[in-house]
């Protein structure tokens, strides 16, 4: 069965500070990997998707890597910013395209 | 494009009572979920169809939960009767082609809580 774990579960962090979320997964036979975005009262926005071919994903200040034989995926965040607060989800996608998802990590940036 | 659609944005029961959600999908999108999210967990699918035919419902509470998919297009979730722990917000979402993760979307979901 798999699992998906995120650590940390909340991080606070002053602006303009580096930091890097991590996601860990249990079974290796996953079909992708996506990070998303979660506002308050909202639903989820997909940053961004790395398939199981893949090794890592960039979009602006966001970069994601996958290593499918350890199990792990981080998403990076440069320079970060206080429109950045929010919840951050890890899922792993089955060939059916259901996901299973971390817990998340709540990220606060301080002005 | 519009988003999906998702109704009420907010309800509150008690235990014991029926409830049922609301999801209209992005047109032509043929596979839709329900996800289950507990106040700090992740989402969890609860049943997803591929139009009116259901892939998987084995998270779902069956004894409880229901739901449906009329002529492949809107969808209802019912609980019957509801706990306490039903308490959660329930995401609808619909992608183009099963399996594909590309336009895969989210509605903003229902915020239930049982009291």
């Known amino acids: 069965k798999q699992e998906v774990t995120q650590i940390p579960a909340a991080l606070s962090v002053p602006e303009g500070e580096n930091l890097v979320l991590n996601c860990s997964f249990t079974?290796?036979?996953?079909?992708?990997l996506q990070w998303f975005r979660q506002d308050p009262g909202k639903g989820l926005t997909s940053l961004l998707l790395?398939?199981?071919?893949?090794r890592e994903q960039t979009s602006g200040r966001l970069n994601a890597s996958l290593d499918k034989s350890s199990g792990r995926s981080t998403l990076y965040i440069a320079a970060s910013q206080p429109g950045d607060s929010a919840t951050y989800l890890c899922?792993?996608?089955?060939?059916?395209?259901?996901?299973?998802f971390g817990q998340g990590t709540t990220l606060q940036v301080k002005p | 494009e519009a988003g999906v659609a998702q109704s009420p944005r907010y309800k509150i029961i008690e235990k014991r009572q029926s409830v049922a959600f609301w999801c209209n999908p992005i047109?032509?999108?043929?596979?839709l979920y329900w996800y289950q999210q507990i106040l700090g967990q992740g989402p969890k699918l609860l049943i997803q169809?591929?139009?009116?035919?259901?892939?998987?419902d084995s998270q779902l509470p069956k004894d409880r939960f229901s739901a449906e998919r009329l002529k492949g297009v809107d969808s209802t979730l019912k609980i019957q009767p509801a706990k306490l722990e039903d308490s959660a917000v329930y995401l609808c979402?619909?992608?183009?082609?099963?399996?594909?993760?590309?336009?895969?979307?989210f509605g903003s979901g229902t915020r239930l809580t049982v009291v």
């Open positions: 079974d290796s036979a996953i079909y992708n």
């Open positions: 169809f591929q139009n009116n035919g259901v892939v998987d």
């Open positions: 979402a619909s992608s183009p082609i099963t399996g594909s993760p590309y336009g895969y979307t």
């Open positions: 790395i398939q199981s071919s893949q």
């Open positions: 899922a792993v996608s089955t060939n059916t395209g259901k996901l299973i």
């Open positions: 047109s032509g999108h043929a596979t």
